[in-house]
């Protein structure tokens, strides 16, 4: 085993910089590749003790993954670390057609010839627990069980309509699913009574945390199964927090890091293809803090003109910059505006849309010089990311009372946006005025 204490492939981008954000807010040294690097690129962070590939399974079909987490997942492996994470949303919102977890794991189970893989999902830093088996996430101040989730429950593309998530994955993969629920994992007794699951049922092992207790007791068992297993594992940030428990305790890492202050920019320019009504409420407080709005068609996007549609939004983009304001281009006001079921009668259209905003983002900061910049959508970042032509993403500013929606610095050979300070924010993620504490540079 080398130095390396975790590899990981994250199934988005902006989940990829959640567990970034967990590592490097611990002081552990982590970069984010957007691909495999090259042996340059890896080159200019050797001091790294974790390294992540940022993907976009979340939004892809089994076969897609098939082709494409097998490469990911072999380089990754090749790296020796402590643990190798296949990291998945919090919300753990997925389907047997789009996103299947248990088709990534079924992949990386037989990559790394392991009977067993642990799967963590709950994090109580991020309000997302799990009991009994079943997800729990917060949302306006009040937890919901997953299937009754005012935003997860009718995901446009992937609704959570089962709470039990031992049956959920079931849905996806032939492996058994097995469950250390709290009052095993709490127990006296654990290692013992987790060996005799683990002997008995080989397959998937979901560990429950709901608490900072269980957080604990979970990561030392991915530790200690992972000298006895392997290496891999499944879940959500929720392993990272665990595992910094876990190493702490073993004397593997010290304190948390400290990060200097990055000060505000006069302008920032944010592209959003989300629906939530968490992105509506920041985008309308954005404008009460002084940001410009533009309401882009997401339909002309994907169309055979979308050329046209695109520079048209760079134009109005401009204009907004060029007298000062900070601009947001969004494809939707919220629900009530989404469109989705007219973008998936094309072919493709939801990447392209992501490419397309990606695109209008790489020209504003071109055309502008912009050093700062927010993309919001799990799987609009996933798609837009790409076209700003970077290669590697590190932590330049945690948001502790926000985590999972860091701001970035941007690595790569293209000059407008090497050094590029980035934010990449899921759906749900961010308190109303997200948009302006990028803009300022604020912790808070």
């Known amino acids: 085993m080398g130095d390396l204490l975790l590899s990981y492939y994250g199934d ?4 990829s910089t959640d567990v970034m954000e967990a590592l490097a807010s611990s002081g552990i040294e982590t970069v984010l590749f957007l691909d495999i690097p090259s042996p340059e ?29 097998t490469p990911a997942f072999e380089w990754l492996k090749s790296l020796d670390a402590r643990i190798c994470h296949y990291k998945v949303c919090s919300t753990f919102d997925s389907s047997p057609n789009v996103g299947n977890i248990g088709k990534a794991i079924e ?48 995901h446009p593309v992937t609704p959570m309509d089962e709470a039990d998530l031992t049956v959920h994955l079931s849905r996806q993969t ?30 998937i092992l979901l560990i429950d945390v709901d608490s900072d207790a269980t957080q604990a007791a979970a990561g ?14 499944a879940g959500s940030s929720g392993v990272q927090y665990a595992l910094v428990n876990a190493w702490r305790r073993e004397g593997l890492i010290a304190g948390d890091a400290q990060f200097p202050e990055v000060g505000s920019v006069d302008r920032l320019a944010v592209v959003s293809g989300s629906v939530s009504p968490t992105t509506e409420r920041q985008i309308r407080k954005a404008r009460d803090d002084g940001f410009a709005d533009v ?47 007219h973008i998936d009668k094309i072919a493709g259209a939801r990447h392209k849309l992501g490419r397309a905003l990606g695109t209008i983002l ?8 912009l050093s700062r910049a927010v993309i919001a959508g799990g799987d609009t970042s996933s798609h837009a990311l ?59």
């Open 362 to 369: 790489r020209q504003l900061v071109e055309r502008e010089g």
């Open 386 to 444: 790409r076209q700003l032509k970077v290669d590697a993403l590190t932590t330049l500013l945690p948001l502790p009372q926000t985590p999972g929606s860091p701001l970035c610095l941007a690595h790569g050979n293209y000059q407008p946006t090497d050094g590029m300070q980035i934010a990449l924010k899921g759906g749900q993620i961010g308190t109303d005025s997200y948009f302006a504490q990028i803009r300022d540079g604020r912790t808070n």
């Open 41 to 69: 690129m890896r080159a200019r962070f050797k001091g790294a003790k974790a390294i992540g590939i940022a993907g976009t399974s979340r939004s892809e079909t089994p076969e897609w993954m098939q082709a494409n987490l």
């Open 295 to 341: 309401a882009l068609d997401p339909l002309a996007l994907v169309s055979d003109d979308s050329e046209r549609a695109i520079d048209t939004a760079v134009q109005q983009g401009v204009e907004k910059l060029k007298v000062g304001r900070s601009v947001i281009l969004h494809t939707a006001l919220g629900p009530s505006a989404d469109i989705g079921d």
């Open 174 to 203: 032939a492996i058994p699913v097995n469950l250390i629920g709290i009052p095993t994992i709490l127990s006296s007794d654990a290692d013992a009574l987790v060996d005799k699951v683990v002997d008995a049922h080989s397959g």
């Open 12 to 15: 988005d981008f902006t989940g």
């Open 107 to 154: 992949i990386g189970r037989d990559l790394f010839r392991q009977s067993t893989v642990p799967v963590v999902v709950g994090a109580p830093q991020l309000q997302r627990y799990t009991a009994f088996g079943n997800l729990f996430a917060a949302y306006q101040g009040r937890v919901y069980r997953i299937d009754l989730h005012p935003v997860m429950s009718c």
């Open 220 to 233: 030392r068992q991915l530790v200690r199964l992972s000298r006895q297993s392997g290496p891999f594992v």
